[in-house]
C-alpha cells in the first residue's frame, strides 16, 4: 500500500514539474490538453469524484428584451438561436465575456489587412465593454483567420477542420458552457474578387461573435443568405450586435 502510494506521489509531483517546465512554451492548443491532463491526475490522486455540471440555460446571454421593438427581437433570435447545423431548433446563445485576439495568416494582401482592421473599428463601437484586438503573435492569439484556397486552408487551417465543397468563407467557433473560447475563420482569397473578399471578412468576423446564422428576411444585412458584396453594416445588424454585447 505504501509503494503505490509512494508511486502515485512520485507520478502527481513528475506531472506537476513537468507541466511547469513546459506549459509556457506551448501552443495553446497543447495548453489545453496539458491542464486537461494536470486536473484529471490530480482528481484522481486524490480521488474526487467531479458531479457533472447542472444542465445551462440556453438563456445564460439572453439580453433584457423588455424594451426591443419585435422587429428586432425577431432577428435577434433568427440569427443568434439558429444556424444551418439546427435550422428549425432554438439553441444557445453564444458569446464572449473576454477580449478577442485576432491574427492573421496565410495569403492576405495589405488590402485584406485594411479591410479586417476597419471592421474591428466599426465592431469596437458595438461590441463594448468587449475590445477586438489585431495582434502579430499567434501565441497570444485566440481568433485565427486564414487567408488563401480551400485546399490551403484544408493543409494549414489551425482548427484542424477540412473544408469540403464551395465556400467564399466560413467559420466555426469552440466554446464552453457558450463562452466563446477561440474562433477560427477562413476567407478565400483564390476563387472570389476583391470586393466580394471584403464582404466575406465582415461576415466572418461578426459571425465568429456568436451571430451564427444568416437568413433572407433582410437584403442588406451582413446576415443575408443570398449572393452580396455589402461592406457595411445595417441599422438592424447595428441593433442586434449592440444587443448582445452592451
Not at 486552408?153 to 473544408?163: H, T
Request: net charge positive.
Amino acid at each position: 500500500m505504501k509503494t503505490l502510494l509512494k508511486y502515485r506521489i512520485l507520478k502527481f509531483s513528475f506531472t506537476c514539474v513537468a507541466s511547469i517546465a513546459f506549459y509556457l512554451g506551448l501552443p495553446n492548443d497543447q495548453r489545453d490538453k496539458m491542464k486537461l491532463y494536470v486536473k484529471e491526475e490530480f482528481l484522481a490522486f486524490f480521488n474526487i469524484n467531479q458531479s457533472e455540471p447542472a444542465d445551462i440555460s440556453n438563456d445564460l446571454y439572453l439580453p433584457d428584451m423588455s424594451q426591443v421593438d419585435e422587429e428586432t427581437a425577431y432577428y435577434f433570435n433568427q440569427i443568434l438561436r439558429y444556424s444551418e447545423s439546427r435550422p428549425n431548433t432554438q439553441g444557445p446563445i453564444f458569446k464572449w465575456t473576454k477580449d478577442i485576439y485576432i491574427h492573421l495568416y496565410g495569403k492576405y494582401s495589405n488590402e485584406n489587412k485594411s479591410e479586417v482592421m476597419t471592421v474591428i473599428k466599426e465592431l469596437n463601437r458595438l461590441v463594448s465593454p468587449r475590445r477586438i484586438h489585431l495582434v502579430k503573435n499567434p501565441k497570444r492569439a485566440n481568433s485565427f483567420i486564414y487567408f488563401g484556397s480551400i485546399n490551403d486552408n484544408n493543409m494549414y487551417s489551425k482548427s484542424g477542420l477540412k473544408l469540403e465543397g464551395q465556400f467564399y468563407g466560413h467559420f466555426n467557433i469552440r466554446a464552453h458552457k457558450q463562452e466563446i473560447l477561440r474562433a477560427y475563420i477562413f476567407i478565400n482569397t483564390h476563387d472570389s474578387s476583391r470586393k466580394r473578399q471584403k464582404h466575406v471578412i465582415r461576415e466572418e468576423i461578426t459571425q465568429s461573435l456568436g451571430f451564427v446564422n444568416d437568413t433572407y428576411d433582410y437584403p442588406e444585412s451582413i446576415f443575408y443568405q443570398g449572393y452580396s458584396e455589402r461592406t457595411y453594416f445595417s441599422e438592424m445588424d447595428k441593433k442586434i450586435i449592440k444587443l448582445l454585447y452592451q
